[in-house]
């Protein structure tokens, strides 16, 4: 039998029972449209924190005090102190492979305009700091060397600091504010990033150079972080041995010590969360996998049930002239239809959940086309696999018994 | 078709089925041939291997022993799918309950047999089927569906189908015994005119003495062995026997 003859039989037979070929079909439909959103929302998330994190600076490397033994006991990282201005020198002087270095202090308090104060956080930083974190100024000048040196009054603003502050909308730029009992001027405004993948608010921020908040907030020698940037991002990994041996030197550990400072790269945050988006991925995509089985065992039933309903047709076909073959295929075409028609509407249905997820809900999505194209041959698979052993049994009835099935 | 040509031979069939530890015989050894053109009626009561014999001579199964030639055609040589292909070209089955399929129409119905054709296109295909429908007088009911027919026009829908791939033979099965007599009569006026007229080799199994007397020739069957294989010197028109019938039988 020709294939256009055996798709119009086909589609004869299933117009006979549009709803129940609706109904077998919808368990398809939901598993590859699940499919498809579920794998667009997971690849959609993923690539969302590969962004942000490339906009925090792809290159960025960052020390921090490790927590160490001291006399026995274990003590907090962030409360240690290692990091000082020799270990910057030394850093200056020997590692090749990064291209900038800051150092960074930090200081939790309160910024003072006449009578409106808001809580923020002052980073003590080198001017290099704006090229690391991929900052720009959208408003005045940054702070330089000579600052640095003269430990100068002077701060960048973030735009949540000016929001609280200046609520009237005038030009922060020039003004002095206070930061605990210290005076800064405002020299330039920061251009507003947003919240990061944490949750942080980026903007909420005033920066100095770190000569000024080391000695007139914070009256210490030591920083909380240093910052660097390596020369591309191919180089992060050898800036990072690099950055590791000198420190060991510069902080004369002996070779059993283990390292009382971290040294991380935005390479490792994205990995971890790359890699925890996508075993989200594939857990997603698993269950909608397990819906799409389900689906095609619906099939599987509904044939079993149609073949049963049919023996009488069955009997007839062959009598006048079907072979095992063509009853093979009728049943088969049936299953691969409603498998495949079931495949496209779920196809449609997922990018239009996934557009609807994204214009609702604000959630990052991308239909990828080989999670499209992928549960598309799924579907098409499950209709032969789950349709052929109904089909089979379909082809091996005796004709003379099936005629006379009642 | 020329008369006188052998479209079935017959000869010592038996058929045999083993039905747990015994062997049940239900033909114990038939021959017959029959002509081009001729009406046979095979009768017999329950049990006496007619349905058996019906089912060899459908090519639907196959003797234990003995041969079966259809239109020169040794059927005992054949595989399943030529079986089939054999069902397909040479004969035509009618059957007691129609076994039209539902929710198709008439034409649709009538076409089946052509489908499993490869040699014949759906232009073709579709001409066929309309000439056999106006062959069984129902040019005007195409797009009914089965539901939509009276049993006697259900009937005249399946023995288009069986006229439609041109068989060599019609072969029926208690084809009347679904309808009241009337329409019995206008099926047997059908068949009669199917045979006198366009040749049609026909095989009828019934077991109704009266159909058999429509038919030109009647092979009665006892015990899975031919009893009786008699000429009818007296054939009766259906269609004066129709005539003959009162109106008000027609309920």
Redesign the interface.
């Known amino acids: 039998?020709?294939l256009a003859?055996l798709i119009r039989?086909a589609l004869?037979a299933l117009?006979?029972n549009k709803l129940r070929a609706f109904l077998t079909m919808l368990g398809i439909i939901i598993g590859v449209g699940s499919v498809i959103a579920m794998v667009a929302i997971g690849q959609g998330s993923k690539q969302s924190i590969h962004d942000q994190l490339s906009n925090m600076g792809t290159n960025m490397i960052t020390v921090q005090p490790a927590s160490n033994l001291n006399g026995g006991v274990r003590i907090a990282g962030t409360s240690f102190q290692t990091l000082t201005l020799k270990d910057i020198v030394a850093l200056k002087a020997s590692v090749k492979n990064i291209s900038e270095l800051s150092p960074a202090v930090t200081s939790r308090g309160q910024a003072i305009n006449g009578a409106l104060n808001w809580p923020t956080t002052m980073s003590g930083v080198s001017p290099e700091y704006l090229d690391i974190r991929k900052l720009s100024l959208r408003d005045g000048i940054a702070f330089t060397e000579n600052d640095v040196r003269t430990s100068a009054k002077v701060c960048l603003i973030g735009q949540t600091v000016i929001d609280n502050i200046f609520p009237n909308g005038e030009n922060p730029v020039g003004k002095v504010i206070r930061f605990g009992h210290i005076p800064f001027q405002i020299i330039g405004v920061l251009a507003a990033k947003g919240f990061n993948s944490f949750g942080q608010d980026q903007d909420d921020i005033l920066i100095a150079p770190y000569t000024t908040v080391q000695k007139r907030i914070l009256a210490t020698i030591y920083y909380s972080n240093i910052y660097a940037s390596a020369v591309d991002e191919n180089s992060t990994q050898v800036a990072v041995a690099e950055i590791t041996q000198t420190l060991r030197d510069s902080h004369r550990l002996r070779s059993f010590e283990d390292n009382d400072f971290n040294v991380r790269t935005q390479q490792e945050l994205i990995a971890t969360l790359s890699s925890t988006s996508g075993l989200l991925t594939v857990l997603l995509t698993v269950v909608a996998g397990i819906s799409l089985v389900i689906g095609g065992i619906g099939i599987m039933n509904i044939m079993y049930v149609s073949v049963t309903e049919r023996t009488?047709?069955i009997?007839?076909?062959?009598?006048?002239?079907?072979?095992?073959?063509?009853i093979l295929m009728q049943f088969l075409m049936e299953a691969v239809i409603i498998s495949i028609t079931g495949g496209i509407i779920g196809v449609l249905l997922g990018i239009i959940s996934t557009q609807v997820v994204t214009l609702t809900l604000g959630w990052p999505t991308i239909v990828s086309e080989s999670s499209v194209i992928l549960s598309f041959a799924v579907c098409a698979v499950t209709g032969i696999f789950f349709g052929y052993y109904p089909a089979q049994k379909a082809s091996r009835l005796d004709?003379?018994e099936a005629?006379r099935y009642e | 078709m020329s008369k006188g040509k052998k479209i079935l031979e017959i000869k010592d069939l038996k058929r045999d089925f083993i039905m747990g530890s015994e062997t049940v015989h239900a033909l114990r050894g038939i021959s017959f041939d029959v002509d081009a053109g001729e009406f046979v009626t095979i009768m017999g009561s329950s049990g006496s291997g007619k349905t058996t014999l019906l089912?060899i001579l459908?090519c639907?199964?196959k003797p234990s022993i003995g041969n079966y030639f259809l239109d020169g055609v040794d059927v005992k040589q054949l595989s399943?799918?030529e079986l089939?292909?054999l069902?397909?070209?040479k004969i035509g089955?009618v059957?007691q309950s129609y076994?039209l399929?539902?929710?198709?129409t008439a034409l649709?119905n009538v076409e089946?047999?052509l489908?499993?054709?490869?040699e014949i296109g759906s232009a073709e295909r579709r001409e066929r089927a309309v000439h056999a429908l106006e062959a069984v007088k129902l040019a005007d009911r195409f797009d009914h569906t089965p539901s939509q027919l009276s049993g006697g026009q259900q009937q005249r829908v399946a023995i288009a189908?069986a006229l439609v791939?041109e068989p060599v033979m019609i072969l029926a099965d208690e084809a009347t015994g679904n309808l009241d007599s009337r329409t019995s009569y206008e099926i047997m006026a059908l068949m009669q005119e199917l045979n006198t007229t366009q040749g049609k080799t026909i095989v009828f199994v019934t077991h109704e003495p009266d159909i058999a007397m429509f038919s030109s020739r009647t092979i009665q069957l006892r015990d899975g062995m031919v009893q009786k294989d008699s000429r009818n010197e007296n054939i009766r028109k259906a269609k004066e026997v129709l005539a003959g019938l009162p109106v008000t039988d027609d309920y």
């Open positions: 039998m020709s003859n039989i004869k117009q006979r009488k047709e009997g007839l076909r062959m009598s006048i002239g079907a072979r095992g073959k063509d004709p003379i005629l | 089912n459908g639907l199964d399943r799918d089939a292909m069902r397909n070209h089955f059957f076994n399929l539902p929710r198709t649709e089946l047999p489908l499993y054709n490869k189908r791939n």
